[in-house]
């Protein structure tokens, strides 16, 4: 049975309007010319290509469903479904999900991290370290572990290498037969990037997801390559589904907001008066209250109201959903005044403009004047706040739910990772890898997430766009 | 100019209005007067008397807004709202939900605070401005490109991996300075190295490439070419011409967040147990003190407004052209 | 200008080199660099502790909270207290000359034999006598000036003017302890303005205490209503019927009915005297604005005073030099004479001069100093604290070889304390409306959470799993195979085996829920489960929670929500299952039992007994037992109990931590106490000892930021060469830009 939760719906809306724009965009020069020339940039292409990486992850993780129970007493009663919730990547990653252990236990390691009692049939007790469930049940002689992970290695390379050489060399035969150059051509303005993409980082971002995807599908089934925790659950089946926290934490609260931050700052540009000081007055009082505490105390109401209305949040995946959503909202309630007051500024300064006089004393509604005129004209301004925030709230959501008002402590996120990996660390001897993983999984997505959005503010911004 | 100052202070008051509305709202919904109670008389043999007992103390037992039965102006006044939320207009903070006297508990742990944000500010616009020099100087070349890339992957590192980090390294693995704590006078100078160098290091990413653009917009423009093509170095430009004016957006930009350095950082101090009001603010969340979250969410605005009003001011100072309207 | 910069940079080149060399030469020294502490205090008979919580009250009428005992403890005395070393816990004289024994009287009266049955018993009469000559601590409110006259009891507002802290008083005084200070403190529980916790329990048992509350509280109101001035209630001016003082040194307190435990009360703080000076002192006008009230200086004639009591750093405990002296017990159990801890018997107490608490709010600095040495005991169980200690081990309750290298030792003890995960009782599901369904339900679920798994997982067993309601060194306790529950588990190879999975599962069937399914719609059971985890350990704990309801195909939904609220719903009943722990009060059953007795039902009652629990048959047995003396036949009924409540399974019987406590070899004496709070005048420390070892594990790894230095350099000078390069190439870079 498909469930929709709240920020799946949300999601896929956003799915669609960024669709829609693409499709719109299409036909239209001045809409695309900006995009290209994104990723014409080096980086911003390779930045391009990991983000939609984590962005097919996160989707895959937005499909959710119950799955059906098997049938009882013979198969006459209706058909009932688990109270649990899953998702497409549940399914995907069900080896991983279900390869628990006892409790920690180190990167590619055969045995637990910590030593226990054993007895053996002879009653004896004995103190070591037990042997993993799930971690290299295939190797027949154990002191093979090195050997056969050096091997999965080679192996993945040579593998990636040659997936990689095929997809590359089938891409370029593409665009000699595209174009009509020469190979020799084609191949040598590629390798000196002077083509109008920039090939070489686009194979280089490739053959790097490739070889990543290939290694851990190569060796994470046989092993929990980033460790284990304290419940023994794999680390990096927690780092993947934390994916879709982050991506809904950084796009939703901009989603949410953007609509009061667009209409209250055009509108305030627009017809100015008391209406613009009201408007300012709103986003200069919400302004000057520290957001964390105002956080703090949204997300206390918060979760009063989910106490006293427990029947509107059935299960466990419901009720953290709707946290994350409510998340999504305070953020968007303290973050939307500064976009708010740019457009109010832009608009200030576009309603000046001799068309858009012209178009008033022609008696054109204001409605039409600010959807004709206005809004496609400050189009830049949205689209550059939303990229720019987007890593600003990634990081956002580990600070908040460090300080205990983010997301619910069940659910998976970097920042509860995070949280729990600081007693992990002060532990003698050190566990490091939860940490290190939630560092690694965060730290490409913001890092990508700026190299994108600096991409976009050069190929947007018409300041730059006439400096460059 | 002095009656600027004094239009833009009456401006602030509305806006403290509403921020007082909105705390009031958020914080009385949240959680009734009974909850507060319970949760600070302790978890036993907790009656229904002591509760409002505990109420009649703190006066938490009047009605929110209206008191029906007072009568003259006590209808309005005398109610929580009045009490709790108005008086804050004085400065008048009153005792905390534990009964500690809050204006005494912030003037106390102002300092540390101070002894944290003061140094970590210097020291952050020193380095930062260093190099932003440097990449601005370098503009082009391989060093600005991968100067501003290793800009970008340093501030794509989450505020707390440099906390749990730094801490981690330095405080346990070479001990160089204590772990955490705080003590008064020269001595707390050990204490505050660490939390300096951390808040500075996990800054400097984003501020350096930020001021960058300031250098990066000076250089582009036109007594500077002119200086160029008097014959000057390129030091002499940079520091002579480049940096003086650059220095107008970048201390303008301090300016507002000046009078918010008392506030102190809530995560940093908390880690590394200074005793300030920012470890002060988390500690009240954490134990929903309401009476002390209110006076920090007060006092913030206040002071964020303060900052605003001195962004202004230090415009008209250094630019005489910015009119005063 | 280019070549000044050179010369600076060779210069400064050489600076480094030097201060590289020198540092080298002598690292730190004896004095480590991350000291927290300053440097002349190295070799004082200081104790370093820490506390992560500031105490909410130090007066001894209001505080009931582990974290505040530690400090008041060791201030105020109760004429009893906990011997030390003895097991199982006993009381002993601490302030009165010996433990009183009451006796009894009718309803007419007359005294009755002391084995009379308790029905009979009217009044129990205890006589309290004090020993002369102690005297309380150097205090301000006990200043006389050369007149006779008390120098600040008479103080206006602005004589406060530069007064912040109590220690702003120049002069102090003293003078002996009386009973009159005891019954004093007893009446204050009845003051309006205390609010002491046990006022309720209390009221119950000393005779006229409600009425003279009422009494307090219609003079308060008088007086209020006439003077703007903060109302000082001289108690010694109305008399409460139950209390009275009997001599200089003796007082008298008469309890309704027999009540056993009372003498247990007797060594709690609540107990302890308060001079009526300092009351009086206290309430003067302007003290509680300027927060100097008794909440916050405690005045006391124990062997420690507060003399720093700055809750935003540290407080600091120094020997009280009016302290009347104790003697270090010369007797103790089999085996405290190898774990040398009798070595200094007989020897005066306090043996150390000063404790310093700091202000430690984070677990993992705190447990990171305590290895570094800064920290002499890793404190006492709070929960945070629980979090750092098993980072130590590995599996078991052996220290690591690490911690072993490093001479810290390790004590344990079972705590006189139970966490359980109780049923709501009210809960059509799991409760009593189910009847017999419901409790198939509780049984099947007792078999199937496995405690031994969490103790293992999350606690390194450092606990023991409950058998029932009744944690091990409470009387009625059973070792061995007659104390399991012989519901939940089966005796094997000499230890508790917890019974297999099946068994549950037929349980669900029995219940009508087999696989976890109603068996008349098939659906699937959810159940409800509310707790206080918001920790960054709770994910991994609620999802064991769950893992566990699973095996048995139940659902379980977890509610977490902040202790705030969790108060709440237990209070409206609206909870289905909620785990909470209890400590003991006092070393007696029951102080456990309670916790089920009906009429202390929360929702209805607002009790103790969160989960609701009413049975009848439980509640006779349980008013027939609590109020006798130890004796086999309070035993047999209390087998009865236990065996009705495993039937009954109203909680998953939980698990009772062990008490942990870490010290370095220069801590001594130190032996688990779980009743006393008043240890620290037993403690002693070797300061020497520290320093060497402290200097030993602290020294400073400089490397790597020379290092860094050396980095940082190396890739200055390629910016430096293209910097020249620059330099000379300018004019036709600028012309290039120019185009």
């Excluded at chain 3, 009979?120 to 000036?145: F, M």
């Excluded at chain 3, 230890?495 to 099946?502: A, G, K, N, T």
Aim: charged share 20%; glycine share 6%.
């Amino acid at each position: 049975m498909i469930q929709v939760l709240w920020t799946d719906a949300l999601i896929f809306l956003l799915v669609a309007a960024i669709t829609g724009f693409a499709l719109y965009a299409r036909s239209r020069e001045h809409l695309r010319a900006p995009w290209r020339q994104v990723i014409r940039k080096p980086l911003g292409m390779s930045a391009l290509v990991i983000l939609l990486v984590y962005v097919l992850v996160g989707l895959l993780d937005s499909l959710h469903f119950r799955p059906e129970l098997e049938q009882q007493n013979g198969g006459n009663t209706e058909v009932q479904y688990a109270a649990s919730i899953e998702s497409v990547l549940d399914l995907m990653l069900d080896d991983l999900r279900s390869s628990t252990e006892k409790t920690y236990s180190a990167p590619f390691a055969l045995r637990q991290y910590n030593k226990e009692t054993i007895e053996d049939e002879q009653g004896n007790k004995r103190r070591e370290y037990p042997r993993l469930l799930h971690a290299g049940t295939h190797l027949q002689d154990l002191s093979m572990h090195a050997q056969d992970i050096t091997q999965r290695f080679l192996f993945t390379l040579m593998g990636g290498l040659m997936v990689w050489g095929l997809s590359v060399a089938f891409i370029v035969v593409l665009v000699v037969f595209k174009t009509g150059d020469p190979l020799q051509k084609v191949l040598h303005t590629m390798w000196h990037g002077q083509r109008d993409l920039p090939w070489r980082s686009l194979f280089a971002t490739l053959g790097f997801i490739l070889l990543v995807i290939l290694f851990l599908m190569n060796t994470a089934s046989v092993y929990h390559v980033l460790g284990t925790d304290k419940v023994g659950e794999d680390v990096l089946y927690q780092a993947i589904k934390s994916i879709r926290t982050g991506l809904v934490i950084g796009t939703l609260t901009t989603l949410i907001m953007l609509p009061f931050a667009v209409l209250l700052g055009i509108m305030a540009g627009y017809i100015k008066g008391w209406v613009d000081d009201v408007i300012q007055y709103i986003y200069t009082t919400l302004n000057s209250i520290p957001g964390v505490l105002l956080i703090a105390a949204a997300v206390l109401m918060m979760l009063v109201y989910m106490e006293t209305h427990p029947d509107l949040f059935g299960t466990g995946v419901e009720r953290s959903d709707f946290r994350l959503l409510f998340l999504c909202m305070i953020l968007g309630v303290t973050s939307w005044t500064g976009l708010c007051r740019l457009l109010r500024a832009e608009t200030l300064k576009l309603s000046e403009l001799e068309y858009v006089q012209a178009a008033e004393a022609l008696g054109v509604g204001r409605l039409k004047i600010i959807l004709r005129h206005i809004l496609p004209n400050v189009m830049h301004i949205i689209l550059i706040a939303i990229v720019m925030d987007f890593s600003g709230l990634v990081l956002a959501e580990a600070v908040l739910s460090y300080l205990n008002i983010g997301v619910d402590p069940t659910m998976y996120s970097w920042g509860n990772m995070i949280n729990s990996s600081r007693l992990e660390l002060a532990r003698e001897p050190i566990v490091w890898w939860a940490f290190m993983a939630a560092f690694i999984f965060m730290f490409l997505l913001v890092l990508s997430a700026n190299l994108f959005a600096d991409a976009v503010r050069d190929a947007f911004d018409p300041r730059l766009r006439e400096r460059a | 100019m002095i009656a600027y100052i004094i239009r833009r202070l009456l401006y602030a008051i509305p806006i403290l209005i509403g921020v007082n509305l909105i705390t009031f709202a958020l914080f009385f919904i949240v959680n009734p007067p009974d909850q507060m109670a319970r949760l600070h008389l302790g978890e036993r043999h907790v009656t229904q008397q002591a509760i409002d007992k505990w109420k009649t103390q703190r006066g938490y037992d009047r009605p929110l807004v209206i008191n029906s039965e007072a009568s003259g102006l006590g209808v309005v006044t005398d109610t929580i709202f009045f009490e709790k939320s108005l008086r804050l207009f004085v400065f008048d903070f009153g005792a905390s939900d534990n009964g500690r006297d809050i204006s005494y508990d912030i003037s106390q742990r102002m300092w540390p605070s101070l002894a944290i944000a003061i140094p970590s500010l210097i020291v952050a616009l020193v380095v930062n401005i260093f190099f932003a020099m440097l990449l601005a100087f370098f503009r082009g070349s391989y060093i600005d490109i991968w100067g501003v890339i290793l800009c970008v992957v340093l501030m794509s590192i989450s505020a707390l991996f440099y906390y749990i980090g730094g801490q981690f390294l330095v405080g346990k693995l070479l001990h160089l300075v204590p772990i955490s704590g705080y003590d008064t006078g020269l001595d707390a100078t050990k204490f505050i190295i660490l939390p300096v160098v951390i808040g500075v290091a996990s800054g400097i990413g984003a501020s350096t490439r930020w001021y960058r653009t300031f250098f990066l917009e000076e250089i582009a423009k036109d007594f500077v070419r002119t200086a160029r093509a008097k014959g000057l170095s390129e030091t002499t430009v940079l520091f002579r011409h480049v940096l003086k004016n650059a220095m107008i957006p970048i201390l303008t930009g301090i300016v507002v967040a000046l009078p918010l350095l008392f506030m102190g950082s809530l995560i940093l101090e908390s880690f590394f147990g200074i005793p300030g009001l920012g470890s002060y603010t988390i500690d009240a969340i954490n134990q929903q003190d309401f009476a002390i979250v209110r006076a920090m969410v007060f006092l913030g605005s206040v002071l964020y407004i303060v900052g605003l009003i001195l962004t202004d001011i230090s415009y008209t100072l250094v630019d005489p052209r910015v009119r005063l309207s | 200008m280019l070549t000044i910069i050179q010369r600076i940079t060779r210069g400064s080149g050489v600076l480094l080199m030097l201060l590289l060399l020198a540092s080298c030469g002598n690292p730190a020294g004896d004095h480590p660099w991350n000291n927290p502490y300053p440097a002349k205090d190295s070799l004082k008979n200081i104790l370093y502790s820490s506390f992560d919580e500031r105490p909410k009250h130090l007066d001894p009428i209001r505080s009931y909270s582990s974290n505040e005992y530690s400090i008041i403890a060791n201030i105020y005395e109760p004429p009893l207290q906990y011997h030390y070393l003895k097991r199982p816990y006993r009381l002993v004289p601490l302030t009165a000359s010996r433990v009183p024994v009451p006796f009894y009287l009718d309803e007419a009266g007359n005294p009755l034999p002391a084995d009379t049955p308790i029905e009979q018993i009217a009044w129990s009469i205890y006589d309290i006598e004090i020993k002369p000559g102690i005297r309380y601590q150097p205090h301000s409110a006990l200043a006389k000036s050369s007149t006779g006259e008390y120098r600040y009891h008479k103080l206006q507002e602005k004589d406060l003017d530069d007064i912040y802290t109590l220690s702003d008083f120049t002069e102090n005084g003293t003078r002996e302890l009386t009973a009159e200070d005891y019954v004093y403190q007893i009446k204050r529980l009845a003051h309006p303005q205390t609010n002491s916790p046990i006022f309720g329990v209390m009221s119950e048992y000393i005779d006229g205490l409600d009425e003279y509350a009422k009494q307090l509280k219609q003079v308060y109101q008088d007086r209020a209503a006439r003077q703007s001035n903060p109302v000082w209630l001289d108690l010694r001016q109305y008399d409460l019927v139950g209390v009275e003082v009997t001599g200089r040194y003796t007082y008298r307190i008469r309890i309704k009915g027999k009540y056993p435990q009372f003498k247990y009360w007797l060594a709690m703080p609540f107990f302890a005297p308060m001079p009526w000076e300092a009351d009086r002192f206290h309430t003067q006008p302007g003290m509680i604005d300027k927060n100097i009230t008794l909440n916050w200086y405690p005045i006391g004639t124990g062997p420690y005073m507060l003399t720093e009591n700055n809750p935003n750093l540290r407080m600091v405990l120094q020997r009280n030099p009016n302290f009347h002296g104790e003697l270090y017990p010369d007797e103790g159990m089999p085996g405290d004479v190898e774990a040398g801890m009798l070595d200094d018997a007989g020897k005066p107490i306090p043996f150390i001069d000063t404790v310093i608490n700091s202000l430690e709010l984070e677990s993992i600095p705190r447990w990171n100093k305590f290895l570094q040495g800064y920290y002499d005991v890793s404190g006492i169980a709070s929960d945070t604290f629980d979090q750092a200690i098993k980072i130590g081990n590995a599996g078991d309750l052996a220290l690591s070889d690490d911690m072993r290298e490093k001479g810290i030792q390790l004590s344990t003890a079972v705590a006189t304390s139970t966490y359980y995960f109780g049923f709501n009782m009210l809960d059509p599901v799991v409760g009593h409306p189910a009847g017999e369904r419901g409790r198939y339900l509780r049984q099947a679920i007792s078999i199937a959470v496995d405690k031994e798994e969490y103790i293992s997982i999350f606690m390194n067993g450092r606990g023991i799993a409950g058998q029932g309601p009744l944690p091990p060194g409470i009387y009625g306790y059973e070792e061995g195979e007659a104390g399991i529950n012989p519901l939940t588990h089966v005796w094997r190879d000499d230890r508790p085996i917890r019974r297999p999975l099946e068994e549950a599962r037929s349980l669900m069937a029995s219940a009508g829920y087999a696989d976890g399914r109603d068996a008349s719609s098939g659906e699937v059971l959810k159940l409800y489960y509310d707790t206080v985890a918001r920790g960054p350990d709770s994910k991994a704990q609620l999802n064991w929670w769950r893992k566990q309801f699973a095996k048995l195909g139940i659902e379980l939904i977890v509610r977490p929500t902040d202790y705030n609220r969790f108060q709440d719903k237990m209070l409206k009943g609206t909870a289905q299952m909620f785990s909470w722990g209890w400590n003991a009060d006092y070393p007696d059953p029951e102080n456990f039992l309670f916790l089920l007795y009906g009429p202390n039902g929360k929702v209805e009652h607002k009790g103790e007994n969160a989960g609701n629990y009413n049975n009848p048959e439980f509640d006779r047995l349980f008013e027939q037992m609590k109020n006798m003396e130890d004796s086999p036949e309070r035993l047999v009924i209390i087998q009865k109990i236990v065996d009705i409540l495993r039937q009954d399974a109203p909680w998953l019987w939980g698990l009772h931590p062990k008490s942990f406590a870490l010290y370095h070899d220069w801590y001594f004496n130190s032996k688990p106490n779980l009743m006393a709070n008043n240890t620290l005048k037993y403690k002693r420390i070797d300061p020497q000892l520290r320093t060497q070892k402290r200097a030993e594990w602290n020294q400073p790894v400089t490397w790597p930021l020379w290092l860094l230095l050396a980095l940082f350099l190396v890739s200055a000078a390629p910016a430096f060469i293209s910097y020249q390069r620059r330099q000379r190439a300018r004019p036709q870079l600028s012309a290039e830009e120019e185009a």
